[in-house]
């Protein structure tokens, strides 16, 4: 028995990075996976590496864009159509376009801003209408330890602490309706996103690494299955008295900057 047995996952940006790493830990606990994605070829790609240790894996891959309310809506008919249902959603897709107040641009803010609120938006609010009617579903949205603050990231800050803030919001309107929405913010995770900002900074990805793993009390970096163990948690019926919560998972990063 898998803790999500007969349940659907759908889980945003997850053709790789922590987005896939949550997807392979639902599927390896039960559930039926739709792994959303802006690429349809890389999701569906994605969707078939899943593998469970119980046997075969339902999962669809699906092309989508998280800022565009018809490709959502598109999404969801698909899901239902070939999932069954939908039961939690993981709003993980993410971007970055870091730089200094005085160099960023208005369009890396609207970017940003597009598809960590907007999206998590659209998203959520497609998925609400089959959690309310059914009395049942679990929300998890992605923030990160960056929205506390962060030199080069006034955007990507902004955003992370705005879905706090939504994550807050659908506690109390969706707790009556047996809902459950809560938010992890990463600390430093070794995905292509970080991979990205060391290139950025000049910065050989090891070494990079070595110096994130040097600014936490546990001496590591994090990696995906770090954040879907803590995703997969709130997602669980063992932790439904738990919502409008942020969850840091950082090694303790937080605690020493
Ligand atoms: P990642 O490796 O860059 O993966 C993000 C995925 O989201 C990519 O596959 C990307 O597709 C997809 N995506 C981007 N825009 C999208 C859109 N409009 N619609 C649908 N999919 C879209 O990132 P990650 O490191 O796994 O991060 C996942 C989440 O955790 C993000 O919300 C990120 O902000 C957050 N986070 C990460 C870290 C970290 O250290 N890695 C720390 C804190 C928080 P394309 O490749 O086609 O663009």
Redesign the pocket.
């Known amino acids: 028995m898998g803790r999500f047995d007969g349940r659907v996952a759908v889980i ?10 949550t997807a392979q830990r639902f599927a390896e606990e039960g559930a039926s996976v739709a792994i ?4 349809e070829a ?1 999701a569906s790609e994605a969707a078939a590496r899943l593998t469970s240790s119980a046997g075969e894996v339902r999962a669809i891959g699906i092309g ?5 309310a018809a ?1 959502v809506d598109a999404a969801f008919e698909r899901i239902v159509a070939d999932l069954g249902g939908v039961h939690i959603l993981v ?6 376009r870091d730089n200094l107040l005085f160099k960023m641009t208005e369009q890396d803010w609207d970017l940003v801003m ?3 609120l907007k ?1 998590a938006f659209l998203m959520t609010k497609a998925a609400q209408k089959h959690f309310v009617a059914q009395k049942y579903g679990k929300i998890v949205n ?5 929205a506390l603050g962060n030199r080069g990231q006034a955007n ?1 800050s902004a955003a ?1 602490m705005g879905v706090q803030g939504f994550t807050r919001t659908l506690g109390i309107e969706l707790g009556p309706f047996g809902i459950n929405a809560n938010a992890v ?10 991979d ?1 900002t060391a290139a950025r900074l000049g910065l050989d990805v090891e070494e990079f690494r070595r110096l994130n793993a040097e600014n936490n009390p546990v001496k590591r ?2 990696f ?1 299955e770090d ?1 879907a163990a803590a995703v997969a948690f709130l997602c669980s019926d063992e932790a439904s008295y738990i919502t409008g919560q942020t969850l840091y998972v950082d090694g303790g990063a937080k605690l020493v900057s």
């Open positions: 945003t940006g997850a053709a790789r990075g922590i987005g896939f790493g959303i994605d802006l690429d890389a989508c864009d998280v800022t565009d490709s709003n993980n897709a993410g971007i970055t597009n598809v960590h999206g992605l923030s990160s330890v960056s990507y992370k913010a990463p600390g430093f995770i070794a995905t292509e996103m970080t990205a970096v994090g995906p954040i």
